[in-house]
């Protein structure tokens, strides 16, 4: 029986059934209590892509390179999805129903093109994280950075206790030809971001670390 999970950067996500679907993109942390609460999957390739938010009660199993989901989550089609564009009233913020505008699909040719609105309306875009209030949804791969600015690494596996779910350990790797690797305590973490770890100590104390990936 486990009694860690492990989050591997782009780790494949596979149902129960056998089938993959989708790729590990981000973690959905608690930065109060350093709980992952869901993951992020992403599905498709470059013009049809989306991302699924799953809740962490649904990851029936984890490998280095690979998570297992249970029955429940099926194939994520019924899962919300990470951002949603919103087109909003910019003086009130209310959403907008656009009952007569031909909405443009992701992966057409006019993707990216702005939309021309009527010279009386006064709209704006507005994307919103299907994600609980509070959390951050860290990507694999964010920047780790010590309490004298220094870059040190970048994500690479994220490990948290069971049934908890509390992160105990972030794997950093580093180094462009020869990746090394080293296991840092959650406790030497100040804060997360989405795209940084910023950490208490200084550069001084990551370097003292074993480099684990003599050990494998």
């Not at 950093?172 to 989405?194: A, C, H, Q, R």
């Amino acid at each position: 029986m486990q009694t860690k999970m492990q989050f591997q950067k782009n780790a494949n996500v596979m149902s129960a059934s056998g089938h993959s679907v989708g790729q590990i993109d981000r973690i959905v942390v608690n930065p109060q209590n350093n709980v992952v609460t869901h993951l992020v999957v992403h599905q498709g390739g470059l013009f049809s892509k989306e991302d699924k938010v799953v809740p962490i009660e649904w990851v029936l199993e984890t490998h280095p390179y690979e998570i297992v989901l249970c029955d429940e989550a099926g194939d994520l089609e019924a899962l919300l999805t990470f951002e949603e564009e919103h087109i909003v009233d910019a003086d009130d913020g209310s959403f907008i129903v656009e009952e007569n505008r031909q909405p443009v699909m992701y992966g057409s040719p006019v993707q990216g093109l702005s939309l021309q609105p009527n010279p009386d309306e006064n709209y704006v875009t507005k994307i919103d994280k299907n994600i609980p209030e509070g959390t951050v949804a860290m990507k694999e791969g964010a920047k780790v950075v010590t309490a004298d600015g220094k870059h040190v690494g970048t994500v690479e596996r994220v490990y948290t206790d069971i049934p908890e779910e509390q992160i105990t350990h972030l794997l950093i790797s580093y180094g462009m030809f020869s990746k090394k690797t080293k296991l840092v305590p959650i406790d030497w973490v100040e804060n997360v971001t989405e795209d940084q770890v910023n950490l208490l100590v200084h550069k001084v104390s990551v370097d003292a670390l074993t480099d684990t990936s003599i050990l494998k």
